[in-house]
């Protein structure tokens, strides 16, 4: 995992992969031969165990060769979301979809000055976002690109990447009703996704299929949504052109993308609230855990002492049993 995607929860993760008796005894072997055949030795376990987890966890590898698109609209949503079953506030974050010519993506403008200006979380550092968590929406969606007919949705840390294909991905139910939104006059429709329930309203006005997160499929923009249960709201805050910066999933160097099993992401999702220690180890390459992780508060947690959560994903998926899969014994829960 590298470090500049990780969120701000797990920014000061030090990991023990090759920490402390591990470095320290490579360093003090005299023998440079014995040094080169434990590096490769430990190389070759690295390999071994990268290969494992891509078994368990990808369900394939897309090579990412994004279709030459530029942004012809910007539409921005505040999003209302509850992260965790045990804390019931909601939080409030800012969102962008960008829409082009033949694809869009759905982003967050707090990420992207995060990253332009290489800002760190602390307890004294603010964003210029008044109003807002200020962690930004750590998750991002990808209409028809880099392959037409399919979306992407990329959470980070990881990456951990879904697909879906576009085409009756979601089945509408159209309601008698009218509102306006942002000045437009929107029409009502009813759809359950993935064991939720949404209820949107979208516009006529500006006729694209598309609209926040993964919604697609009605004759126009979906400008508001809500999940009936009351964990998740879309509202549209503003409309405007285009300013033609070019619309792209960006990947590493080597330009795959690690596709995921759906039930298997959110898994993953999960397990970051649940147990970060065991997150991180997942994910990562490398084999271990981190020493500990600082929360950008300044608290500390080591292995063990980690406050599990359950939390709050947009798709529901009844096989997932945290509990189950990843107890957490009696001396963990002492120590929290």
């Known amino acids: 995992m590298g470090f500049r995607n990780m969120p701000p929860r797990l920014l000061n993760v030090i990991h023990s992969r090759y920490a402390n008796e591990k470095l320290a005894y490579l360093t003090n072997l005299k023998s440079p031969k014995m040094t080169t055949t434990l590096y490769l030795a430990i190389l070759l376990s690295v390999n071994v165990t990268c290969n494992n987890k891509q078994h368990e966890n990808q369900q394939e590898k897309d090579i990412i060769e994004p279709l030459q698109d530029s942004t012809i609209l910007s539409v921005t949503y505040d999003q209302y979301y509850q992260e965790v079953l045990e804390i019931p506030k909601k939080g409030k974050d800012l969102m962008r979809l960008d829409i082009g ?26 964003l210029p976002f008044p109003g807002y968590e200020g962690k930004g929406m750590r998750f991002e969606v990808f209409k028809n690109t880099p392959k037409q007919g399919y979306q992407y949705f990329v959470h980070d840390p990881g990456p951990i990447a879904t ?8 089945v ?55 999940e009936t249960e009351g964990y998740f709201r879309f509202n549209c805050i503003g409309v405007e052109k285009g300013n033609g910066h070019e619309i792209k999933l960006k990947t590493n160097r080597s330009g795959i993308l690690d596709v995921y099993r759906h039930e298997r992401a959110a898994e993953l999702m999960m397990l970051e609230y649940w147990d970060a220690f065991a997150f991180d180890e997942a994910i ?53």
Not at 101 to 123: C, D, F, R, T
Not at 184 to 208: E, M, N, S
């Open 101 to 126: 010519a033949h694809s869009s993506q759905y982003v967050s403008p707090i990420l992207e000055w995060m990253k332009e200006n290489k800002y760190i979380p602390g307890p004294s550092k603010k």
């Open 163 to 170: 697909r879906d294909k576009t085409d009756s991905l979601f």
């Open 172 to 226: 509408w139910e159209l309601l008698d009703g009218d509102s306006t939104v942002c000045e437009y006059p929107c029409k009502k429709a009813r759809t359950t996704f993935r064991g939720r329930t949404w209820i949107v309203w979208y516009t006529l006005d500006l006729p694209y299929s598309d609209g926040p997160w993964k919604f697609c499929g009605l004759p126009g923009l979906v400008l508001h949504a809500y």
């Open 284 to 336: 990562s390459p490398l084999p271990g855990k981190p020493l500990y992780i600082k929360e950008p508060s300044g608290k500390i947690y080591r292995p063990g002492e980690w406050p599990p959560q359950t939390a709050i994903l947009y798709e529901k998926f009844p096989g997932i049993n945290m509990k189950k899969k990843y107890p957490r014994n009696k001396t963990q829960r002492k120590k929290r």
